[in-house]
């Protein structure tokens, strides 16, 4: 049924990787390169001095096409890191409060009280004391990314703990914390795989919003968020492009990786199958 | 109920501390950062000595409980102004977005949800289906653009940004521009606020729209199928009164109380929306205390956030244990 999510939303994210990985190779210009004289074009066909600007130029006259291929770089490189930070955290955290119950009564306690403020909000704080930036950005969207992670991981956790062939390690005198990393992990990176997917989606929209609030990439980086702030903050009457696209570009990677998680949760979570019939 | 004040003020005690270390968290001197490279030894000494960074930190965060409890969030470094005074003017522009997009997303939320749960699979549902992939994935700022693109520059129909035009004059009583608009009987001054308030309301309701649209579709296909449906429809009873009366009465408790627990969610969209829109409330003076290093300023942003927060959710909970009988049996 949701068949066409996972084609879609694969090949948006297909998309975006390819352009990160080969944006040298496809961007028709140097991101950072500004050409004098060709400020603030709107989007065209025609040649203007030997040079051909797609989507135009920005104010101060670099490529926007090459700008937003150069973009997916920033995107991924924020989405990525952030929920590779959230996970490596999360996920151990998680794996023992499923198992232990003292520590879960801290942990899901704490969890719970994180996640019932807005992650922007905990982000801004977190930029606020390492001061705005492109790395801290990264760090502030993966610590407020955490929660969920721990939050399914425990979940899981405990539901696989009643299985018999975690009973049998137990009966065989294992090692708890072998027992966790080497008997139950393995048996939950399925819908740890869904998660990351659909946190990779939120982790981006995350880290362009504190972009788009001047806290996270900053110019002349050519990253989607900041450039919508740019072309809002200087041009929107005359050259509204800038913007839009790079608003456009976000929403599309952020709806890839929304469909492609969602797709793999159908697939991975038999409850929601039969539940949806 | 005790459990859930115990706990929300446990809460609220969590965020003081983590506000309190804020400041102390910073690499470096405080003080030194908020004021930048070119400050004077003797600005930088006056400032740790106004903010109490020279004292022991347990002195500090007992100074720090004290002053919160007199009501005393020190004052702000940029403006000079008590951060008391900056929150009074601004949290009243935050409550008017907040509230009325609130209304909004309720209101064409539980219509649409209705509508797409009258016949599931029907275009409707499919129209609910695609709005709640948007809602997901477009950022919100992003939408916010849009519309003031579309709406305030190319229509020309409303306002670019923010909270009044020029030609009115106000005199804030309650703050609260509507409210002293009507107080006042001053139509100039009601029809300049809500054309301001229009744009940045309807950017910010969309999340919380298609998330209520989405519950209460879910909720009323349910109890569509409940025996009480049933047992309605074997008395006789018209289709429009089963649909309203029994149907749509018992799903809404869910989209009520899951509408209030997101009320975090609201804010956080309301930090963005202010700042596209330069509404003066509380997300913007947020974001510029951050840009300015302005710590007093941003403790007492997070601080009344936080508490909003709390609030919301102790308000919901309680309600909700007290909208369903059966929760109190279970637990």
Not at chain 1, 10 to 32: C, R, S, W
Not at chain 1, 247 to 274: H, S, T
Not at chain 2, 113 to 139: E, H, I, N, Q, T
């Amino acid at each position: 049924m949701k068949r066409w999510h996972f084609y879609l939303g694969g090949f948006l994210v297909g998309g975006l990787t390819i352009l990160a990985i080969f944006a040298p190779f496809i961007a028709p210009y140097d991101p950072l390169l500004d050409f004098r004289g060709f400020e603030n074009h709107a989007p065209s066909l025609s040649r203007l001095g030997g040079h051909i600007f797609f989507l135009g130029t920005d104010a101060l006259g670099r490529d926007l096409l090459s700008r937003l291929i150069y973009g997916a770089r920033y995107c991924l490189l924020m989405g990525c890191f952030s929920v590779l930070l959230a996970a490596s955290i999360g996920v151990p955290l998680g794996l023992y409060a499923g198992y232990h119950p003292r520590f879960d009564a801290i942990i899901s306690k704490a969890s719970d009280i994180l996640m019932s403020f807005p992650a922007i909000l905990i982000a801004i704080m977190i930029v606020a004391v390492l001061g705005p930036g492109l790395v801290n950005a990264i760090i502030a969207v993966g610590l407020t990314s955490i929660p969920i992670f721990i939050r399914l991981t425990r979940a899981q956790v405990k539901a696989e703990a009643k299985r018999d062939y975690v009973k049998a390690a137990e009966a065989l005198g294992v090692r708890n914390t072998r027992i966790l990393f080497r008997h139950i992990f393995p048996n939950i990176t399925s819908p740890l795989l869904v998660v990351v997917s659909l946190s990779l989606g939120t982790a981006i929209l995350e880290s362009a919003s504190l972009s788009f609030l001047n806290l996270g990439a900053t110019p002349p980086l050519p990253e989607w968020g900041s450039m919508i702030r740019s072309g809002m903050e200087s041009f929107l009457s005359t050259n509204p492009w800038i913007s839009i696209f790079s608003g456009f570009c976000i929403f599309l990677n952020v709806l890839g990786f929304n469909l492609l998680g969602d797709a793999l949760r159908d697939r991975w979570d038999p409850m929601l199958r039969i539940r949806d019939g | 109920m005790l459990k859930i004040i115990f706990e929300n003020v446990l809460t609220i005690f969590l965020a003081v501390i983590a506000v309190f270390f804020l400041v102390h968290l910073v690499p470096g001197d405080p003080a030194q950062v908020m004021l930048g490279e070119r400050a004077t030894p003797e600005a930088i000494e006056s400032i740790r000595k106004e903010l109490g960074l020279d004292k022991p930190m347990l002195t500090q965060l007992g100074s720090f409980f004290v002053r919160l409890s007199e009501g005393d969030l020190g004052r702000s470094i940029r403006s000079g102004h008590r951060v008391i005074d900056e929150v009074k003017t601004r949290l009243p522009a935050t409550i008017e977005l907040s509230v009325l997009s609130l209304f909004i997303a309720l209101v064409i939320g539980v219509l649409l949800g209705m509508l797409a749960a009258k016949k599931p699979g029907g275009l409707m549902d499919l129209f609910l289906g695609a709005f709640s992939v948007l809602g997901l994935s477009l950022p919100i700022f992003f939408l916010g653009l849009l519309l003031a693109l579309v709406f305030g520059l190319w229509l020309d129909w409303l306002p670019l940004s923010g909270r009044l035009g020029y030609s009115v004059s106000y005199e804030p009583q309650t703050g609260f521009v509507l409210l002293d608009a009507i107080l006042y009987g001053d139509w100039d001054l009601f029809k300049s606020g809500i054309e301001h308030l229009i744009l940045p309301a309807f950017t910010l309701a969309t999340v919380p729209m298609s998330m209520i649209a989405r519950l209460t579709r879910a909720s009323l296909i349910e109890s569509l199928r409940a025996d009480y449906v049933r047992t309605a429809r074997a008395k006789g009873q018209s289709e429009w009164k089963i649909f309203f009366k029994h149907a749509l009465r018992n799903a809404m408790l869910p989209v009520i109380t899951m509408t209030g627990f997101q009320f975090g969610l609201l804010l956080g969209g309301a930090i963005l929306t202010e700042n596209v829109f330069a509404w003066p409330g509380m997300g913007r003076w947020l974001v510029f205390s951050v840009e300015g290093r302005d710590y007093p300023a941003l403790q007492g942003a997070i601080l009344v956030f936080a508490t909003g927060i709390v609030i919301v959710m102790a308000l919901t909970e309680t309600i909700h244990h007290r909208a369903d009988p059966r929760l109190k049996i279970s637990s």
